[in-house]
């Protein structure tokens, strides 16, 4: 057993792969046996796969410790040989962040990258994670018949699910002629194929699967078929407009992975490369000694389309039997599908992105006299806007308009009305309409878009109905505080927080809007004084469930909105979005939005204003 502590920085992953090399490579020596087992085998005798999958394992592990612990990481290295002549690999990765849990794959939820432990749980026998009180490791365990043949040894061909690579074989002692060599060679590919080939399509298929990125795609596959099927690889990507892309270049000796880059840049792939295996001038870069090189380029086509070129290359004479032709085309395909599939998704989400952007505007005004803030959070997963909506724009002569609204659903449909009533609201009001006038505008034509929708689907067409709360500021040069007038449409009623903490609500509830065409709505007016306070949210906040009890029971938010009495608007806003995350112990299943508008407090208030007498 040999082990090896590591500074965590960006050199950790490449001294961590040479420590392994080395252990398994017989360059460092290997000293403990485990009690009761025989003595460990030489390191010689590890199969070259199995050297190759531990450093790759490694090399992912101990970038998960420098990306998500920033400690210092240990790692273990060590081989052990049973009677059942089975010879195991096992590495320990540790790290002293052990509160951090491991992730199996890439969490999206937190936008965190990578690839978490799919590729460990893809090639090793067994793998976990150990908590202690001071660190977390994390190990796996690569098995191999003692039978196969290690660096430099000539064996049998691989038997079903081992790993070996296609086109060469061993080198022999003695004198063997070249014909019989590659003879040779053109069995063990064959033989290769037949029994790993289908365990390797089948590994590359599951963890290309689900990929979204076109780089994270290319490079997985780089990683996959480094050093399987060669000592190096590049992929190039077609891009609109610009040709082929060089997009990953990986090499088994890292240092020569900028030189080869810089080479295939100056010399890309033509556009008549339409058959697998077809022959490459091999790269000074590549790496080739006296042996020389083989390289050969495959196309990435999919669906009739054209989606790059794939290149690999080995040192020797590579033998591209039609086995292992017909296999690498099949992996082609595969990479090919993967950046297929995760261009249209890029191309569905960028046509998303662009029209969500036209819901909600791209900068809101700034109130004279008056502090504001917005949290939104829509629940849709990789959607910038959901059923709510919010707004503050100017209205002329001193006012300013407000509004937060939640439409029914959260499906595109719903996203589309709430561009429509952020648009119809502004230009009532912008043609002088007040607070009540625009609301009955609003509601009619919502009426009236639910009836032709009815007329023209029957009884399929869904209604669309929406809350909404609306208001003016009117506020005065030299004077603090502001005038508000404010109607709620069937929303959770807007709170006013007074300085010696009361809270009450700023208006009373109405119909929601689009359900009666004949429903009146009515504001209320009163002054926001100095230091004083208005929330309005959304029923993702008040809604919010923990068990049978839900956030604004008892007047919950209330008492969220006193607790964060003397924070800014800013802070507040965030108070009470982290109160409403902080209430329930599942995830938000709805679109969340706070609003903040708040008088600043002064020394000397200019304006009196009168307190109303507390409830009883």
Known sequence: MCSKELPANQLASARARRFVREVLTGRMTSTATPPGQDP?????????????????????????????????????????????????????????????????????????????????SALSQAWGVTYRRSEKRVWFRLESSSAEPGPGKESPPARSGETGVPGTVPAASGDVRPQEQSARSHRYAAEWVDRSGPSFLAETSELLAGQLDQAMVAALAAQLLVPRLADW?????????????????????????????????????????????????????????????????????????????????????????????????????????????????????????????????TTLASIAGIDSAIVYEPHGEGQTVGGDFYDIFPKGEGRWCFLLGDVQGKDPEAMSVTGLARHLVRLLAREGHGVESVLDRLNTAMAEDSAEALTADGEQAATRFLSLLYGELAVEPGVAGARCRVASAGHPLPLHLFTDGRVEPACEPRMLLGIDEGAEFRASSFDLGPGETLLCVTDGVTERRRGNWQLDDDDGLADVLRQGMGLGAKALAEHVRRAAHDFGTGPVEDDLSVLVLQAPAVDAPTRHVPKPPPRA
């Open 40 to 120: 460990i085998p030489a390191p010689g005798t590890v199969p070259q796969g199995l050297v190759d999958n531990a450093v790759l394992l490694v090399s992912e592990l101990v970038t998960n410790a420098v990306v998500y612990a920033g400690t210092d990481i240990d790692v273990v290295c060590r081989l052990e040989r049973h009677p059942n002549a089975v010879v195991a690999v096992v590495v320990e990765v540790a790290d002293r962040h052990p509160s951090r849990g491991v992730r199996g794959a890439a969490d999206t939820r937190h936008g965190e990258p990578g690839y978490g432990l799919q590729l460990v």
């Open 233 to 361: 690889c590049g992929i190039w990507l077609r891009t609109q407009g610009r040709g082929l892309q060089l997009s990953r270049v990986w090499h088994v000796d890292e240092r020569r992975i900028v030189p080869l880059r810089e080479e295939l840049e100056r010399m890309p792939p033509s556009a008549g490369i339409r058959a697998g295996g077809t022959p490459w001038p091999w790269p000074e870069s590549g790496g080739a000694d006296r042996a020389g090189g083989s390289a050969f380029a495959f196309p990435l086509t999919v669906r009739d389309t054209d989606v790059g070129v794939l290149l690999l290359g080995r040192t020797g004479q590579l033998q591209m039997t039609d086995a292992v032709v017909r296999m690498v085309d099949d992996v082609a395909r595969r990479v090919a599908q993967a950046v297929y599939t995760a261009r249209q998704y890029a191309r569905q989400t960028s046509i998303s992105v662009a029209l969500q952007r036209r819901q909600l505007p």
